[in-house]
Structures are given as C-alpha cells and as structure tokens.
C-alpha cells in the first residue's frame, strides 16, 4: 500500500504508555506525526468533532487540538463484567500545529520520549 502521508510517523505500539482519555474511555496511542495521530479506543469518537490531545512525559506536557477525520471498529473484546464491546482505532488530523503548538509538539516527538514513560490523555473539546 503506497504511504500518503505528508509528515513521518513515529510507531508507539509496543512501547510503555499510559493512557486515560477523559472522555471515559480506554486509549492507546498508536502513532503520531506533526499533522496527526492514530489512536485506538474503547469508545467511538465522533468524526468530525474537535478533541484536545495531551501527551506528558517527566519533564514536560503538550496538548494539541485535533478533528476525528476517520474511524473503524477493529476488533471485539470482553470488558470487566465479561461482555463482550468493540473496540475502534481512530485518526486525528491536528489543528493550528503551524504555529507554537506545532513547534511544542515536533520538540516533544523529536525528544525520544516515546523510548520512555509518557502518559496521553483526551478531552472533548478544546
């Protein structure tokens, strides 16, 4: 499959994260690059809507505001009571990184912090 993608993205599976998304739901980060991420969820996002993406590490935190631009469910998996719910991998196209949040976040990825313990929350809105 022919990569369309403007900017690298820097591959988070595999790697010690912490996740909490402030919308109740499970996250993981799946990738991320200047322009967006990818993340997989245990609750569907709304495509179109506007969600604050905050990524902290030891020594810094960056947030940075992004529209669901595509969805999918990817899988079923038993919750705690033994249902079994569905999980979606969603993509996120961030907004305003062509100013200092942009320059935050290509700071924040080019620090190594995905080679660390980092924590990555998500809100509604921004």
């Known amino acids: 499959m022919?990569?369309?993608?403007?900017?690298e993205r820097f591959i988070i599976e595999g790697k010690d994260s912490?996740?909490?998304?402030?919308?109740?739901?499970?996250?993981r980060l799946l990738n991320i690059s200047i322009s967006g991420a990818a993340l997989s969820?245990?609750?569907?996002?709304?495509?179109?809507?506007?969600y604050t993406l905050e990524l902290e590490s030891e020594e810094r935190v960056v947030s940075?505001?992004?529209?669901?631009?595509?969805?999918?469910?990817?899988?079923?998996?038993?919750?705690?009571?033994?249902?079994?719910?569905?999980?979606?991998?969603?993509?996120?196209?961030f907004k305003?990184?062509?100013?200092y949040k942009g320059h935050e976040l290509t700071d924040f990825i080019e620090s190594k912090v995905?080679?660390?313990?980092?924590?990555v929350r998500l809100k509604l809105g921004c």
């Open 2 to 7: 022919e990569e369309k993608r403007k900017h």
């Open 18 to 27: 912490h996740c909490k998304m402030l919308v109740s739901t499970e996250l």
């Open 41 to 50: 969820v245990s609750e569907k996002l709304n495509m179109g809507w506007e």
């Open 64 to 93: 940075v505001s992004g529209v669901v631009v595509w969805a999918k469910m990817t899988e079923l998996q038993k919750n705690d009571r033994g249902e079994m719910v569905p999980r979606y991998e969603v993509g996120m196209r």
């Open 96 to 99: 305003d990184v062509f100013n």
């Open 114 to 119: 995905f080679e660390k313990k980092f924590k």
